[in-house]
Nanobody, 124 residues
Framework: QVQLVESGGGLVQAGNSLRLSCAASGRTFSMYAMGWFRQAPGKEREFVAA????????YYADSVKGRFTISRDNAKNTVYLQMDSLKPEDTAVYYCAAATSAGQVIHTRTYNYWGQGTQVTVSS
């Protein structure tokens, strides 16, 4: 089992920054990758960014590339999502997820553990 706890959401003006954190506990040694997804009202959950646990390689959705940065702190078993130059269309509930088996990191079905979500609201 892997437990995920997110924090760091809030309300910001467009152009500003936020950093989300996702603290993992439990069987973290078994993880393949961790990802961030987001879901806006009335829309499907979409991929934002992912980081492979063993290599720390990263991958981003085109919509956030160059503005968001995913990283990890090994000692704290924590993954971060630094969000810069935020836009109103970034408004959503952001979810952290963990995958313990290999798969395509852009798909929700690859992940078997999910956090509770944290709200990010960007005002214009």
């Amino acid at each position: 089992q892997v437990q995920l706890v997110e924090s760091g959401g809030g309300l910001v003006q467009a152009g500003n920054s936020l950093r989300l954190s996702c603290a993992a506990s439990g069987r973290t040694f078994s993880m393949y990758a961790m990802g961030w997804f987001r879901q806006a009202p009335g829309k499907e959950r979409e991929f934002v960014a992912a980081i492979w646990w063993s290599t720390s390689s990263t991958y981003y959705a085109d919509s956030v590339k160059g503005r968001f940065t995913i990283s990890r702190d090994n000692a704290k078993n924590t993954v971060y999502l630094q969000m810069d130059s935020l836009k109103p269309e970034d408004t959503a509930v952001y979810y952290c997820a963990a995958a313990t088996s290999a798969g395509q990191v852009i798909h929700t079905r690859t992940y078997n553990y999910w956090g509770q979500g944290t709200q990010v609201t960007v005002s214009s």
